[in-house]
């Protein structure tokens, strides 16, 4: 049974870029939602994903985006990159109405320069 | 204002012991409360959750107690073991819409387990 997969494992981009990562939930989850770990933080809530709709939101601006396909699979779009989106993205699989134990994928370590 | 706190950056146990790692809440509407096992370079590893309406949730080695009047939460792990060396995040949610929320995290506590 595949866990949660994440697309690239590492990114390099510079500031001004627009970058894409790409999440597969766990067999049988349908909701997505994606995370930002700072170096020495904890991981921050963006935005989650249901039935193809984002369902709620954290406090991130405008520039982060997302979108939800219909195999559950998520992208994570985040445009005119700053050197303070240099993060760890981590995404998220579940299951809506269960409890929440959500399964994370292995993360994609992005880099703005 | 961070509303899940891990005021220990590290805790050093020796093997065999017990390590308790604790976490205090601000918001009250958090219902559902999880810890997470984090190696470098991988993603966080569900451990153990517990419900508000419960104060206490086992699974093998490990226990979580709830204290809602306190809004304190810990984590006991007995007996450590080598291999229990990672970062600790506690996490919390609420429910909306029918579903459940997106998880607000602590800076997690760096457990070393010592031989």
């Known amino acids: 049974d595949a866990g949660v997969t994440q697309s690239p494992t590492h990114l390099i981009k510079t500031r001004g870029q627009q970058v894409t990562l790409r999440c597969s939930p766990k067999?049988?989850?349908?909701?997505v939602s994606w995370y930002q770990q700072a170096l020495g933080q904890g991981p921050q809530f963006i935005f989650q994903?249901?039935?193809?709709?984002?369902?709620q939101r954290g406090n991130f601006p405008d520039r982060f985006s997302g979108h939800q396909f219909p195999n559950y699979s998520s992208e994570l779009n985040v445009n005119a990159l700053l050197l303070g989106d240099s993060a760890l993205y981590l995404c998220?699989?579940?299951?809506?109405?269960?409890?929440?134990?959500?399964?994370f994928g292995p993360g994609t370590r992005l880099t703005v320069l | 204002d961070q509303q899940v706190k891990q005021n220990s950056p590290s805790l050093s146990v020796q093997e065999g012991r017990i390590s308790i790692l604790n976490c205090d809440y601000t918001n009250s509407m958090f219902d559902y409360f999880l810890w997470y096992k984090k190696y470098p370079a991988e993603g966080p590893t569900f451990l153990i959750s517990?419900?508000?309406?419960?104060d206490k949730n086992e699974d093998g080695r490990f226990t979580v107690f709830l204290n809602k009047s306190a809004k304190h939460l810990s984590l006991h792990i007995v007996p450590s073991q080598p291999g229990d060396s990672a970062v600790y995040f506690c996490?919390?949610?609420?429910?909306?819409?029918?579903?459940?929320?997106?998880?607000?995290f602590g800076k997690g506590t760096h457990l070393i387990i010592q031989p």
């Open positions: 517990i419900s508000s309406i419960k």
């Open positions: 994903y249901y039935e193809e709709e984002e369902r």
């Open positions: 067999s049988g989850h349908d909701t």
């Open positions: 998220a699989s579940s299951l809506v109405g269960g409890l929440n134990e959500q399964f």
């Open positions: 996490a919390a949610s609420t429910y909306s819409g029918g579903g459940a929320d997106g998880l607000t």
